[in-house]
């Protein structure tokens, strides 16, 4: 076990991955909980907001495939293709079921007697500008990661 621990550990391209992850998240926590002036944990954990956390992971990863397999590699081409979708799936699919889950909920809303908890969640996707900035972080990280720990 200790063996299979050493080896996920050294993996450059999953450390980035989590680390870019993580990073958003915490952004995204920060930034929510300063606008709401009180710590909202859920936000630090939840899908959608500023940035995309999606975007920054697969990002971090695609970056980091392309500097050790290159872009010719079939790693490359599984990650070019894994980071499409998932970030076309945040920008758009996502974003489209929040905005929908909003105006359902105003229509549910209009009974009174409707408990909060049972509402849609609506922050489910991210806006153009929330995946650009995951994606320049992901990119970030990949690089800083890439000049501290392999070069």
């Known amino acids: ?12 391209i999953l450390n980035t991955g989590v ?3 993580f990073l958003a998240q915490s952004i995204k926590g920060i930034i929510e909980s300063v ?8 936000r630090f954990f939840g899908s959608g907001g500023m940035p995309s956390s999606h975007s920054s992971l697969v990002t971090s990863v695609l970056t980091m495939v392309y500097l050790t397999c290159g872009v010719a590699s079939p790693e490359f081409a ?19 079921v ?16 409707v408990e ?5 969640k609506e922050l489910m996707g991210h806006t153009k500008t929330e995946i650009f900035f995951g994606c320049l972080l992901g990119l970030a990280v990949a690089l800083i990661y ?4 392999i070069l």
Do not use: C, P
């Open 98 to 113: 929040g905005e929908q889950a909003k105006i359902i909920n105003q229509i549910i809303m209009i009974d009174e007697r």
């Open 116 to 120: 909060r908890e049972k509402l849609f």
């Open 19 to 21: 680390i870019s992850w």
């Open 35 to 42: 606008r709401a002036r009180k710590i909202l944990i859920e």
């Open 146 to 149: 890439w000049a501290l720990f």
């Open 78 to 96: 599984i990650t070019a293709v894994f980071w499409f979708i998932t970030t076309y799936d945040a920008a758009n699919v996502r974003y489209a």
């Open 1 to 12: 076990m200790a063996e299979f621990f050493k080896l996920i550990i050294s993996n450059h």
